[in-house]
T-cell receptor, first 115, second 113 residues
Framework: GDSVTQMEGPVTLSEEACLTI???????????LFWYVQYPGEGLQLLLK?????DKGSNKGFEATYRKETTSFHLEKGSVQVSDSAVYFC??????????????FGKGTHLIIQP | GAGVSQSPRYKVAKRGQDVALRCDPI?????LFWYQQALGQGPEFLTY????????KSGLPSDRFFAERPEGSVSTLKIQRTQQEDSAVYLC???????????FGPGTRLTVT
């Protein structure tokens, strides 16, 4: 079945450091890929998405590129802020469009940014 | 506008009790999903509705779990004869059909003692 593997946390960085959170996946088909974020005390919200190979999703300074050859979707940001502290989940959906199917999530990576 | 709401936010049940968890999706969202999130884990898919039709229930862990959405809006997840391993946060999400984005509620934290 489908699965998502992401780096274990917590990841602790200083403000303005570069961030990479690794995510790899296995899927039987050709999935859509997502990063969701959960800020303290809030619900899950979509951060960015990519639906086909070589697509780059971006939002709030975060980027991730859909790499079919390495089955990866690593999350990157050039300069993190304290407000980026949250739990980040990589996820995939097999259904075309990514909506009409349940998401398969990784275990989450807790990111802590220190001032 | 209002987001996805869930109630109760917290529920403590004694082992063997039945519980019912409610989800109010965003108005106009046809698709509704339930997920179970154990402590320190990512959410795991339980079931999916399109309007009132339950199109996928492959993730329900046992026949003690039952979900319904009789009028295609509010949904209820029912767990019968709760067990300790049912302790988790239960998340509801809704979306337009074939939309990439699922909008998640705050979850219901169920603790079975």
């Amino acid at each position: 079945g489908d699965s998502v593997t992401q780096m274990e946390g917590p990841v602790t960085l200083s403000e303005e450091a570069c961030l990479t959170i690794n995510c790899t996946y296995t899927a039987t088909g050709y999935p859509s890929l997502f990063w969701y974020v959960q800020y303290p005390g809030e619900g899950l919200q979509l951060l960015l998405k990519a639906t086909k190979a070589d697509d780059k999703g971006s939002n709030k300074g975060f980027e991730a590129t859909y790499r079919k050859e390495t089955t990866s979707f690593h999350l990157e940001k050039g300069s993190v802020q304290v407000s980026d502290s949250a739990v980040y989940f990589c996820a995939l959906s097999e259904e075309v469009g990514g909506g009409a199917d349940g998401l398969t999530f990784g275990k989450g990576t807790h990111l802590i940014i220190q001032p | 506008g209002a987001g996805v709401s869930q109630s109760p936010r917290y529920k403590v049940a004694k082992r063997g009790q039945d519980v019912a968890l409610r989800c109010d999706p965003i108005s106009g969202h046809v698709s509704l999903f339930w997920y179970q999130q154990a402590l320190g884990q990512g959410p795991e898919f339980l079931t999916y509705f399109q309007n009132e039709a339950q199109l996928d229930k492959s993730g329900l862990p046992s026949d003690r779990f039952f979900a319904e959405r009789p009028e295609g809006s509010v949904s209820t997840l029912k767990i019968q004869r709760t067990q300790q391993e049912d302790s988790a946060v239960y998340l509801c999400a809704s979306s337009f059909p074939n939309s990439y984005e699922q909008y998640f509620g705050p979850g219901t934290r169920l603790t079975v003692t």
